[in-house]
């Protein structure tokens, strides 16, 4: 007597099985394999039956959209995970066939703790490995911070030094702009005066000798025409041929410079002194420290200003800044200039003490930083330190570090980051409201890009030491 029961559906060899099927099929053929079998229903080829038996008419096919995400680094491939490895995660999202096919149980394709971070990023350099690892990030922002920085600085160098007029030739033609000087200094008067060539022109300083004046030293004028473009030297551009001006009030040719003065350090003081602004020594200091930087390069072509003079120094508004603002300070004064002696390394420290002591007398407050002015001009008169020392206790006078962070062992190298993160956050939020980079953000930039723990140490320690 048969049984009732339907006969057992032993799968043959031929029978599909799920890693092999394709990832997209017909959805009435996968149930119509799912499907038990019954008595009514004849088993399929892959049952016990010896005769082929044809197969249920198929459900119509359905066109499934497959789904996407936006692109990724890769799409991993459906077939199955091997043993001992765990499961690779797919990078987008699947459609509904696709989460059938891998399995019993449909796995979500990118869980949210999961997400595939390992890839370098390009940018920063940076992997999930080194985000667990501050050191790591740290050092990649502070990095980042010195090159930014370096980016600033280079942009308004460009910028204060740019638009200077090639050298000047004969054949070009000039003009007197006004019959007065514009500025006289100790032993220069200086007259406006336009070049001119085709479509171009440039008003530039014509230097005439003051009648009476002291006879200049040749060698340091030498210098000064061989020197590059340098944002605290004069700079020279030519000359104005005898009989180009049939006006001009001198006889002979004349020097042309590059820059037109507005005034001498010593007009500046009689001007400040009389006003007795509350950022007086704050000008003072940043007038130095452009000294100081003149002096540096004097220093590294091995010449020395035998005699510095206020009256000889002059102020020029930097290019595209704001009048009211920190003015350019222009060493000019070449005709004093020598051949520096070998044992005179720190020759102007005197002349600098000098020249700070009278500036201070002009100082009307006392302040942590007409305190540290004191102090260095007591110092420059003791030690005589170099001029690239000294330019180095001023930018720290300035901007830091300060009396506390005095003595050997100090972390200056943590305080040299912070106040570079601090200073990229100080010029974006000031970019930010429209406001142009001035000479002191340059000077700044400057000296945080060029500062190193041992450049800060020895500043200190001549400060404080």
Not at 70 to 86: D, I, M
Not at 139 to 144: D, F, Q, Y
Not at 232 to 249: K, R, S
């Amino acid at each position: 007597m048969s049984s009732p029961d339907p006969p057992t559906e032993t799968p043959g060899f031929n029978a599909p099985t799920w890693p092999t099927q394709p990832m997209y099929s017909n959805l009435g053929e996968v149930r119509a394999h799912l499907l038990p079998s019954k008595a009514c229903r004849t088993p399929t080829s892959g049952s016990s039956s010896t005769g082929p038996q044809p197969l249920p008419p198929p459900l119509p096919k359905k066109t499934l959209a497959r789904a996407w995400s936006l692109p990724t680094h890769g799409v991993l491939s459906p077939s199955p995970t091997p043993a001992g490895q765990p499961p690779r995660l797919l990078l987008g999202s699947c459609s509904v066939d696709e989460s059938q096919a891998g399995g019993n149980e449909a796995r979500p394709a990118c869980p949210p703790a999961e997400l595939p971070f390992c890839s370098l990023d390009v940018e920063l350099g940076l992997s999930l490995h080194d985000l667990h690892c501050p050191e790591a990030v740290h050092a990649v922002l502070a990095a980042r911070q010195l090159e930014g920085l370096r980016a600033v600085h280079t942009r308004l160098q460009a910028r204060f030094l740019g638009g200077r007029p090639g050298p000047c030739h004969p054949h070009r033609s000039f003009r007197l702009l006004d019959s007065l000087p514009c500025v006289t200094s100790g032993d220069t008067l200086y007259y406006r005066i336009v070049q001119a060539d085709k479509e171009t022109w440039h008003v530039l300083a014509a230097k005439v000798p003051k009648p009476g004046a002291k006879e200049p030293h040749p060698w340091g004028l030498e210098l000064q025409a061989s020197l590059p473009p340098h944002f605290n030297l004069q700079g020279l551009c030519g000359l104005v041929p005898e009989g180009a001006l049939p006006e001009a009030p001198w006889i002979g040719p004349v020097v042309l410079a590059a820059e037109v003065p507005e005034r001498t350090v010593a007009q500046w003081l009689v001007e400040a002194g009389a006003q007795r602004p509350p950022d007086f020594a704050w000008a003072v200091a940043l007038m130095l420290l452009q000294l100081s930087r003149a002096l540096e390069h004097l220093e590294t072509r091995g010449a020395t200003l035998t005699e510095l003079r206020p009256e000889n120094l002059l102020l020029v508004a930097p290019r595209g800044c704001a009048t009211s603002g920190p003015q350019r300070l222009l060493l000019a004064d070449f005709g004093r200039v020598h051949p520096r002696p070998s044992e005179g390394l720190g020759a102007h420290a005197l002349q600098l003490g000098r020249l700070l002591r009278t500036l201070l007398d002009r100082v009307p407050l006392a302040t942590p930083l007409t305190a540290g002015l004191e102090r260095l001009a007591a110092q420059l008169a003791r030690v005589q330190p170099s001029a690239t020392l000294t330019r180095c206790a001023l930018q720290a006078l300035l901007w830091g570090p300060g009396y506390e962070l005095r003595g050997r062992g100090t972390p200056l190298g943590p305080w040299l980051r912070v106040r570079r993160a601090l200073l990229v956050l100080h010029l974006a939020q000031r970019a930010a409201g429209g406001e142009v980079p001035g000479l002191e953000d340059w000077l700044c930039c400057e000296y945080l890009v060029e500062a190193t723990e041992a450049s800060m140490g020895h500043a200190l320690e001549l400060l404080w030491g």
